[in-house]
């Protein structure tokens, strides 16, 4: 659906050829979001151009600016590079926006009266979406997934409303990287919905210390949903709900990525039209819950005309122009927010700058900064330059064994070592050679023995023996995967987060999974491909990488 442009309202109008007040409308973009008055002055400030305090100022895709429904022919990346900086935080620390607002807020109006039709067809859509999916899944438990973002504050709108219920729960994953705005956000939020029942996740680990250690996230493997959002929230909600499955509403969008375009989706025929939702699905990362998106195809200007039209508090970050608000550091971000965390996190970007040069020299980058400020960090893959012995696999096959291996380990074996094998089977000390250490595993139908391992306490050795496999291959490559997260686990839970058994917990730095609850169901043996461990995805060293 494209977005033509008034010229009499001055507004974006969805969908349409013709305006209600009777102009005709002419091609805008294919999706737009509102630049707000604090974003248009910073504009005016960089270009110097009068126009972005008097016009009426939409962004579209690839940051290209409308004035007055018309595109601005200049490019803002040389600007952004060549920036006074303190100049510019002194200007947006001094100025007074409220004549700017006066004017702003009339212009949301506008919007809203002329694309009032398309946002109720929309809105009546997601509801009954939302309905038909509690109904269908009566014994799940639904929350919401929220992050404190534009999108996620939809979702919450529109799921307190279909239900006619405040209290449903909001799950936050606070990933230790959020915007100070976006915490005073969740605060605010907090507040005003107090009957809303909250729950807050957050990581133990320390962000700039695991990036020292595994180099930092990048948009090919971004190790941090992992290790600060999703692990925490499923060991949440483990707490809180070992028994029961979610069904969790979150605010995931085909038009925020390709990857995400690809979602399997439904349409709902009502009385205006079709509209397409995200199919209720197993989560992908979380396997105690489902998940669907009833704004699956809704744009970035639906988004916003649904928060102006029901009036709903947001994140002031938006309103400095960041396009989106996870963590400020986030390798999918964009230059220009890249560009305002420089402005407003002066502290935080300057740090972050000069930990990813420092980095960039540490693993050999021959123009450290050029390889930062191009933003070349975020297509970083694996770990060349890093110390990534603790991935590897050294082996020697048991000459007199066909389907004997002798395991040469990086970190010593101790007890929890065996924990990594009750996927396989039962874990049995009994029944093995009491002098050569040996455990054995057995099969939790049969109880027949199905493997033996060999190796003395904090020895580096461990024997390997599969006794009458079907495919060997397959299994020493899941043994493999086992015995690297041995060697590598940080305690990131993914694997705990994978189980849907509830099986896997890391405590007090210790993994652990129940024999009570697994099941051998071996979903968690290599969730993030053959090596097993997000770790050694992690650091695994490509070729050609960089």
């Known amino acids: 659906m494209n977005l033509s442009w008034c010229p009499s309202c001055n507004v974006p109008i969805i969908g349409k050829d013709e305006c209600s007040c009777g102009s005709s409308t002419k091609y805008l973009s294919t999706d737009a979001r509102p630049v707000f008055p604090q974003e248009r002055y910073l504009l005016y400030l960089l270009t110097g151009n009068q126009d972005y305090l008097s016009k009426s100022v939409w962004a579209g895709r690839g940051y290209r600016f409308f004035l007055d429904g018309v595109v601005v022919k200049e490019s803002l990346n040389d600007l952004m590079n060549e920036a006074p900086l303190d100049a510019i935080r002194s200007s947006l620390m001094s100025v007074c926006l409220d004549h ?35 109904e269908k899944h009566h014994n799940f438990l639904p929350v919401v997934s929220f992050s404190g973002g534009k999108d996620s504050t939809v979702v919450s709108g529109l799921v307190s409303r279909a239900l006619s219920n405040p209290s449903i729960l909001h799950l936050f994953s606070d990933t230790t990287l959020e915007f100070p705005l976006t915490i005073e956000y969740i605060i605010k939020f907090r507040e005003k919905y107090n009957k809303t029942p909250f729950i807050t996740s957050r990581s133990n680990h320390d962000f700039m210390s695991l990036c020292e250690e595994i180099g930092p ?45 690809d979602y399997q989706s439904d349409y709902f025929e009502d009385y205006m039209g079709f509209h397409k939702v995200a199919d209720v699905a197993k989560s992908p990362k979380i396997a105690k819950q489902k998940v669907v998106s009833p704004i699956f195809d809704w744009l970035d200007i639906d988004i916003w005309l649904y928060i102006f039209y029901r009036k709903l508090e947001f994140n002031d970050s938006y309103r400095l122009g960041f396009p989106r608000v996870g963590c400020w550091c986030c390798p999918n971000n964009g230059a220009w927010s890249m560009f305002l965390a420089s402005i407003y996190m002066e502290e935080e970007s300057t740090k972050w700058r000069s930990f990813l040069v420092d980095f960039a020299r540490r693993i050999g980058k021959p123009d450290p900064e050029e390889y930062v ?12 330059g890093l110390d990534s012995e603790q991935i590897n696999i050294e082996a020697k096959q048991c000459v007199d064994e066909v389907h004997s291996r002798t395991i040469i380990l990086t970190r010593p074996i101790s007890d929890e070592l065996y924990e990594y094998f009750r996927p396989f089977g039962i874990v049995n000390r009994d029944l093995g050679n009491k002098f050569l250490n040996e455990v054995v595993i057995l099969d939790r139908r049969t109880k027949k023995q199905v493997m ?30 086992q015995l690297r997260k041995y060697q590598s686990c940080i305690g990131c839970l993914g694997c705990a987060s994978v189980c849907p058994r509830g099986a896997i917990t890391y405590i007090d730095g210790h993994y652990r999974i129940s024999e009570e609850k697994c099941v051998g169901c071996l979903d968690c043996i290599n969730p993030w491909g053959r090596g097993g461990c997000l770790m050694a995805k992690v650091l695994a060293v490509k070729k050609g990488a960089s």
């Open 452 to 481: 033996k391992l060999q190796g003395l306490p904090s020895t580096y050795e461990l024997k390997v023996s599969v006794i009458s496999p079907s495919n060997y291959r397959l299994i020493s490559q899941r043994i493999d995967c």
């Open 100 to 134: 700017m607002y006066e004017g702003f807020e009339a212009e949301i109006e506008r919007l809203v009266q002329e694309n009032r039709e398309h946002i109720q067809q929309l809105e009546y859509a997601a509801e009954h979406a939302i309905r038909d999916a509690v």
């Open 373 to 384: 400020d191009s933003g070349n960090w975020k297509a970083r893959q694996g770990g060349a």
């Open 217 to 261: 996230p990048s948009r090919v493997i971004s190790w941090c949903c992992t290790v600060f959002k999703t692990g925490p929230l499923n060991a949440k909600i483990n707490g809180f709900a070992k028994n029961t499955r979610l069904l969790t509403f979150y605010g995931i969008r085909a038009a925020e990525s390709t990857s995400r375009s």
